[in-house]
């Protein structure tokens, strides 16, 4: 069994009215994601992506359709808890997540209200600050940090719990390139040398590629899934829908329109100039 399973949700945010249209935020959508697993969900503002991500720890229900969640259906009240421990969410502005004034008592915070005792919490906090490489800054004021330094101590506060998976909403929208490749490096690191899984919400494509997965969703709906070199080898399906695709991509599969003989599409910036130094022989 999946660790998170979503099973044709449908989502409003109005409320239904007898013989009014309503137009879903989600609409129909399923999708299995394995423990371990990193999958990246792009697509355009208003697409449903933020929606549905906020349905993993049962933060909105769904109006139809289930989710569940290790197995348990996030509409059960009785799981609340539990899935809320399984699933942290990280949010896009970190500013929104900190609650304390010294950085080792945010990170304290999740577990102190989950009734941990304080020696397990002291090294909770001491762990999740190591994993996101912040241990250095426990005793600063978050308020003086950069942005990269601010969205890690809010995962740090998420590792705290313990959780199976981490759930982020655009965590890099506001960030510059330099804090955005430290929260990316943070999630790679925690998906391959703890095993946690993720799932990233973006509208950046270069971290979309770095996933195991990227799901496409437009109006609602899933348009389409699969690796990274299966998704962004569609352009013209991308462009379609007005979403982007990496610039690699974009300018190989413009060099193919011009007659360049070249079969793969790049993700990367090094594989573009090795498939260009491969043509141009």
């Keep these: 069994m999946s660790f998170i399973s979503i099973q044709d949700v449908c989502f409003s945010y109005e409320e239904i009215e007898e013989g009014k249209h309503v137009t879903n935020a989600v609409d129909g959508v399923s999708l299995e994601v394995e423990q ?15 929606t549905l991500a906020k349905h993993l720890n049962a933060l909105l229900l769904p109006d139809s359709g289930r989710v569940l969640i290790d197995g348990d259906d996030t509409a059960v009240e009785d799981n609340t ?47 999740a ?3 996101v490489d912040m241990y250095d ?5 978050p308020y003086r940090l950069s942005g990269g330094q601010k969205q890690r101590v809010a995962i740090a506060g998420i590792l ?3 959780p199976q998976c981490i759930v982020l909403d655009e965590p890099t929208a506001m960030l510059d390139p330099s804090g955005r490749q430290e929260v990316i490096s943070t999630l790679l690191k925690l998906n391959r040398t703890q095993n946690i899984t993720v799932v990233l919400i973006t509208h950046f494509m270069d971290e979309a590629v770095l996933a195991d997965r990227v799901v496409v969703m437009d109006s609602g709906k899933i348009l389409t899934q699969g690796t990274p070199g299966d998704v ?6 991308l462009k379609k829908h007005r979403l982007d695709v990496p610039q690699s991509a974009e300018l190989i599969h413009k ?7 070249i079969d ?3 993700l990367t910036q090094e594989d573009c100039v090795a498939l260009l130094e491969e043509a141009m022989r």
Excluded: W
């Design 36 to 50: 371990g697993e990193f999958v990246a969900i792009i697509g355009h503002n208003g697409c449903g992506k933020s």
């Design 81 to 127: 808890y539990a899935i809320r421990e399984k699933v942290g969410l990280v949010l896009q502005n970190p500013d929104n997540q900190l609650v304390a004034s010294i950085v080792e008592e945010d990170v304290a915070f999740g577990p102190e209200n989950l009734g941990v005792e304080p020696s397990e919490i002291r090294r909770r906090v001491d762990a």
């Design 129 to 131: 600050l190591r994993a």
């Design 137 to 141: 800054y426990r005793g600063h004021a």
């Design 160 to 162: 705290a719990i313990q």
């Design 232 to 237: 962004f080898s569609q352009v013209e399906l």
């Design 255 to 261: 060099l193919r329109g011009c007659g360049l003989q």
């Design 264 to 266: 793969k599409i790049p």
